[in-house]
């Protein structure tokens, strides 16, 4: 008790706040690691095209591979198909590290998904397309995985392009 200061009781009635703000660079290993992210995607008149090569380029500056997997929804998120039909592909490799565990570069990686007719149909009606990435640090489903440090400069970049076969009668 300070002199001059009546004594104060913290009880179940009393409130106490605490302001803390602890900056620690976030360093370990990681397991089924989800990113999501949402993108504008249309694509109309599918009548007139034989088939299609859908393109994802991944751009990884984190030290994590994994799998991707595209889903087009329509305007109220109704999945109509996905890019991959047997699950998400192996398709994201880890970007190079130097001696300190850190990125040195990024990884890029391009994939190729052809689509018939019937499965274009189905993106006639596609307003968004979900990308979902599943990310894992390198080792990490072993006794003695590798550690890292996430930051936040690390990106991952996804850009998805169709080339198409069109029908002339």
Do not use: C, W
Not at 25 to 54: K, V
Not at 66 to 92: H, K, T
Not at 100 to 121: C, F, Q, S
């Amino acid at each position: 008790k300070l002199p001059g200061h009546p004594r104060k009781l913290l009880t179940d009635q009393r409130n106490i706040g605490l302001g803390v703000k602890i900056v620690l660079p976030l360093e370990g290993f990681a397991r089924n690691f989800t990113m999501t992210d949402t993108i504008d995607f249309e694509f109309e008149n599918s009548d007139d095209i034989d088939n299609g090569l859908i393109r994802a380029r991944v751009s990884n500056g984190f030290p994590m591979q994994g799998e991707m997997q595209l889903v087009f929804v329509d305007e109220n998120f109704v999945p109509l198909d996905s890019l991959y039909s047997n699950g998400a592909e192996i398709i994201i490799e880890a970007a190079p590290v130097g001696p300190d565990g850190e990125p040195i570069g990024r990884a890029n990686t391009i994939t190729d998904a052809t689509l018939n007719n019937d499965r274009l149909k189905k993106l006639n009606t596609a307003k968004y397309a979900l990308i979902r990435a599943e990310l894992e640090t390198p080792n990490a489903t072993t006794a003695n995985p590798d550690t890292i440090r996430f930051k936040p400069s690390y990106k991952i970049d996804v850009a998805v392009g169709i080339k198409a076969s069109i029908l002339i009668d």
